[in-house]
């Protein structure tokens, strides 16, 4: 579901700016492997950056320590063998006291073995006597404050400046004073230059690096292998519970192993025969059903037609017998008919729930239809006073099973005749492109909106307390649903107290059509119209000015449709109304020469 | 009259008794055909559901051997059976529970004998030949067996060759239905008078079916 909405809300294009992060987004929450994957790799990547620092940070503290002592003794060492050189020496009188510094000082850098194990620097008031290449700026100036008030051997961390090109490295360096006898003071500074340290250092961290970046590709290689293991069965699941869910009881999962997954499947699995066993016993208690509704139909039917014959005997005798046997003959015979109709009705349900039904379409204008319905119930609306008009101005040729529509119609007509207390009841045939509606309206006791849907229930009564008078079956409108959604058409039903009822069955033209919207709307026309008028608070404008529609919209009671919504309200009946505001009622047209027509 | 229910059968008889018929009660399926040679009826009312030989068997036995009106009583009108004792041979269908007015009614028609109109002499319809009077259909001499049935069929065609026939006219007029009836009875005779008088019935010549109205005879040749 998810995956549709998401993938429906990318694919409209919401516009380049938005549409960027959605897809990553969309990824994410469709695909568990990715998000395992992510995960783990950001997990990894932090553990091990974390690691790679400590270490690099263990590693480097310790080279440094070792570093530290080893300068400490050779700065000693160095430093004790220039004391005693200068001790023995004598510059008493020596016009050049630097020479011998410098060549002392060269003979230390050259003792360190020539391999610029470190350099030395001695500094005499403002002299500065170099051995290698080092710069005396790289003695740091904290250094020499500390080496002119102590006579200890001192030690502090220094970039190491060369006096060529060389880049600079990081060095230690060692400094203390020198005495030189009958001269006075000096400083030697020992220069150590880390470049090997660094080195080492450097190595060690291009491995870590490398190590942890190749075992972030191999843990996410290897969750991405889990993930595909765990993933695989679930979406193996998925697709037996879709399958299953479509219909294919048939479909098992593949139980391999003992663990958990097997045992998801071997759930999967008895749940689908489960469900396989339940259904196919429904199924075979429904069909049982079904034929024995059908067979009890059928075997009603040969004695019915002696009963049937024995009561027209009778019924034609009945002028011989005494006045009680005669009306007996008489019931007995009405009766009968409903009897009939009922058997009828109730076997065509069960061919409805056996899924026997199936449309004959042939092509039928729906007015000539509705001509013969309303012949067939002349007489009873004759009967009951009921003045039926037919507003259907234009052609309304749709692919249909006449059969069906004329008894969805017939019994339309007859319940609105039925429940419409002797008031006119109109019939409107309309057509567009796609759709015919034809709107069955009377103006007799209505219903409540709730119940929009329940006169569709089999032997469902409006108001139990209420006699039957033509006494219908009672499935009548259920057999008229049936037959509408074999159509693939809507039959909706309108209704308020007082206010009558309007039922109507929309059709799509062609056979296996399907309707978006019918052409009439849920809510009668009329009412639609007035509340119009009332709503603008004058009479309905210059939509159409032809005076059918002020004689459609003054028939309704205007002091009911001062509670507001009722007209606008629809009831809760499947389809939604089309919009009542924009149909022009150029239709109605209940000219006398129509009402004349549909009284035939 | 061929049906297993005592009780319908003996009412069935009161009520063709009263109507001046002379019914004549074969309960079983395997004896009807013996019953039918022995009383040579003027027609048959045959119920579908018989034990032995069920009904269509019956009809298409009767039909390879006779022209007599068969009119099926059945319990189930919307079944394959309606059809395949249609195609069988039977001339029309009385659905239970009928009444007794409407079996009279429909009797009375496949008995009924052209009474008017015994002016006319032939008609000529495609290359064939009606003689009304004869009941009688020629081809080039050949005279072609027709059911009173497929002959009224054919004659309602061959009056009116201008006229297409909707299934419902023709209805009215062959079966005598005032009310709309089943266009099954229509579909399956025309395919049977078809067989019988077309040279090829997979491309009718005398009787042509017109698209989404109905029927009309063929062109004169």
Redesign the interface.
Known sequence: MRRALTGADSGAGTGASRAWWRLPVEWWWQSLPLRVISSVFGASVIVLVLGGFLLMRQASLGVMEAKRESVGIEARQALDAAQQQLNSADLTGDPNPDKKLTELALRFANRSGGSDQYDVIIISGGQTTTAGDVAATSVPDNLRAQVATSDDLLMAPTEVIYRDDTEPVPGIAAGSGLTLPGTGRYEIYFIFPLTQQVNILGVLQTAVITTGAILVVLLTFIAALVARQVVVPIRAARRAAESLASGNLDDRMKVRGRDDLARLATSMNYMASELQKQISQLEELSRVQQRFVSDVSHELRTPLTTVRMAAEVLYEARDDFDPIAARSAELLQTELDRFEALLTDLLEISRFDAGAAVLSVSEVDLRDIVTRVLDGTAQLAETSGSQIRVHAPEPAVAEVDARRIERVLRNLVVNAIEHGEGRPIDILVVADDHAIAVAVRDHGFGFEAAQAKLVFHRFWRGDPARARTVGGTGLGLAISMEDANLHRGWLTAWGRPGMGAQFRLTVPRRAGGVIESSPLPLVPRDLVLSTLADGIGKPVPALDPAPAVDSEAQRSDPTKLGSGPVAAGSSPASPPPAAPSPVPPSPVSPSPSDAAGAQR | MVDD?A??AE??S??LR?EGFEPIWCAHGDKAVEAYHDARPDLVLLDLMLPGKDGVAICRELRAESLVPIVMLT??S?TIDVVAGLEAGADDYVA??????ELIARIKTRLRRSPEEVDQETLRIGDLVINVDGHTVKRNGAAIQLTPLEFDLLLALARKPWQVFSREVLLEQVWGYRH?ADTRLVNVHVQRLRSKIERDPEHPEIVVTVR?IGYKAGEQT
């Open positions: 229910d009780a319908l009412m069935l009161l009520v009263n319990a189930k919307d239970k529970p009928f009444k007794a007015k709309a989404g």
